[in-house]
């Protein structure tokens, strides 16, 4: 069965780009992967009255297929709109690598698509996105690229250390202006996965290439540029895993006030998948721990829900977009 986004309650991310980059905030790109997830999202997104971008991976609408996404995307408007409100909000295909995946999402219902042609060369990188934009834009779905190569784990980030290859700013121009894409991802020093920033010797911590972020902003004003790997990757919830049987290295992910200034810049969507995973795991190991003759799943997913809620609604705080739908 197809889909049109529209009659899913969902929108592209034209006007939430636009107000984003006017207002000086970040639209949150929340992954999810099960149900409690995306009803925390939802719920979050109600308390704080933000807009939102459903972030999902070719994986799990290939796992849980169209019809399935679909329907739950139209659950989450159908619960935004219960409650009264009229909050903007996307599902956005994450990664997508070629354009059949694309296609397949559009005709899903997907209101917006990441066309992710970084490891190709610069003009196949062009000639793809062109050719997603033209199919995408018919159809009035926006379309993200991407441009630099951000190493690391997008679904399982335990191993290796995190290098950037960063996007050249005057690439980044000429590729906004031939591609046809209406958001760009960069690469700034920011990482997919648990392993992302290295400390400096004396502790602290390195920031993000701010300079070539700026230097986009100066040549392309207006345009929103995207951030990936945004996690911040807690101690809270590494320990958590750790004490309850699991075992994953102490990593460092991207600080607090690093996103909240590039949110204020012409970053207009920020990346958060490995926070809302770790917290539901570590939790759920808690949990689980702490009730060993558990036999239903429902002792730890009821007990999830409201967990995530605040870790979303602190992602909400930090991107500034509370209050913006
Ligand atoms: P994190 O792994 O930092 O959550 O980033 C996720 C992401 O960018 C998905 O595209």
């Not at 939102?52 to 994986?59: D, H, Q, T």
């Not at 397949?104 to 934009?133: C, H, Q, W, Y």
Request: aromatic content about 6%; proline content about 5%; hydrophobic content about 40%.
């Amino acid at each position: 069965m197809r889909y049109d986004y529209h009659e899913l309650g969902l929108v592209n991310t034209a006007q939430m780009f636009e107000n984003a980059y006017r207002y000086g905030y970040a639209v949150p790109a929340l992954n999810f992967v099960s149900i409690e997830q995306l009803n925390a999202i939802v719920d979050a997104v109600i308390e704080k009255k933000s807009p939102v971008i459903l972030l999902v991976s070719p994986n799990l609408h290939r796992q849980i297929g169209h019809e399935m996404t679909a329907r739950l995307a139209q659950v989450a408007t159908d619960r935004i709109r219960s409650a009264g409100l009229s909050i903007p909000a996307a599902l956005h295909l994450d990664h997508g690598m070629t354009f059949e995946q694309v296609e397949m999402a559009v005709e899903g219902g997907f209101s917006s698509v990441m066309i992710d042609g970084s490891k190709l060369p610069f003009e196949e990188n062009i000639a793809l996105t062109r050719k997603v934009a033209e199919y995408a834009h018919a159809r009035k779905v926006t379309v993200e690229a991407e441009l630099g190569i951000l190493k690391g784990k997008e679904e399982q980030g335990t191993e290796g250390t995190c290098e950037s290859m960063y996007t050249d700013p005057e690439m980044a121009v000429d590729f906004i202006e031939r591609s046809g894409c209406d958001s760009l991802a960069i690469s700034i020093g920011t990482c997919h996965g648990l392993v992302k920033m290295k400390p400096n010797p004396d502790g602290t911590l390195p920031e993000l290439r701010f300079d070539i972020l700026s230097r986009i902003q100066e040549r392309k004003p207006g345009f929103p540029i995207v951030l990936h790997g945004c996690s911040n990757i807690p101690k809270e919830y590494v320990d958590m895993i750790n004490r309850h049987g699991g075992h994953i290295e102490r990593t460092v992910g991207i600080p607090d006030e690093q996103v909240r200034k590039a949110a204020k810049m012409a970053v207009c969507k920020v990346n958060i998948a490995t926070d809302g995973w770790i917290c539901a795991l570590a939790n759920t190991r808690r949990i689980l721990d702490e009730n060993p003759d558990a036999i239903d799943s429902r002792v730890f997913s009821l007990k999830i829900r409201p967990i995530l809620k605040e870790l979303y609604e602190h992602k909400i705080d930090i991107m500034g977009s509370a209050g913006r739908a």
